[in-house]
């Protein structure tokens, strides 16, 4: 199974995504970091993300970039989050955007759920930098590719998750 969580900043979407993870019927719990940590307001995010995921099983890993270099057992349960984070580190740091997608489907077919969380950040009407614009058109199109491989895609509104294709998991 393969569910897309999304939803605007500090919306609850992260503690949505790791509630599915909870219910799921599996013990290899694996959480993909992607978000470099570069401030204090970094810091206090890792911070307030690892309490949260405080005994509930689950073996971190760091992924800033490459998401197929990360080592998953077969089986286990992911949730990657997030995509964001993930897309500009390979846009603005050398990286290759090119090999997200990829490295996504290879996870579906490896881990016996997949939970991805991405954000909406195309609502707000801004006219942006050319770089920045070109960022979002990116974010856009794959998350429209992620949803598409999705079983599950909710978008947590007020921290209420709103079911936009197929039916959530365990619940």
């Excluded at 939803?7 to 993909?32: D, F, H, M, N, W």
């Excluded at 992924?63 to 998953?72: E, F, G, R, V």
């Excluded at 997608?101 to 996870?107: F, G, V």
């Excluded at 429209?144 to 999705?150: E, K, N, P, Q, S």
């Amino acid at each position: 199974m393969t569910a897309l969580i999304t939803g605007g900043s500090g919306c609850g979407k992260s503690t949505y995504a790791e509630k599915l993870v909870t219910r799921l019927p599996q013990e290899k719990r694996v959480y993909i970091a992607t978000m470099r940590v570069y401030d204090e307001e970094s810091v206090r995010r890792v911070a307030r993300h690892r309490a949260q995921r405080a005994d509930k099983g689950f073996v971190t890993l760091e992924c800033p970039m490459d998401l197929s270099s990360t080592q998953i057992e077969p089986g286990s349960t992911v949730l990657l989050e997030d995509i964001p984070n993930l897309l500009a580190n390979e846009m603005f740091d050398g990286g290759s955007p090119e090999r997200i997608l990829p490295a996504i489907c290879d996870l579906t077919k490896k881990c016996a759920h997949l939970i991805i969380v991405t954000n909406d950040v195309f609502c707000d009407g801004v006219i942006y930098p050319e770089s920045t614009q070109t960022y979002i058109e990116k974010l856009a199109e794959l998350n429209r590719r992620i949803a598409g491989l999705a079983d599950y895609a909710a978008e947590v509104v007020y921290s209420i998750p709103v079911t936009l294709k197929g039916n959530a998991p365990c619940e």
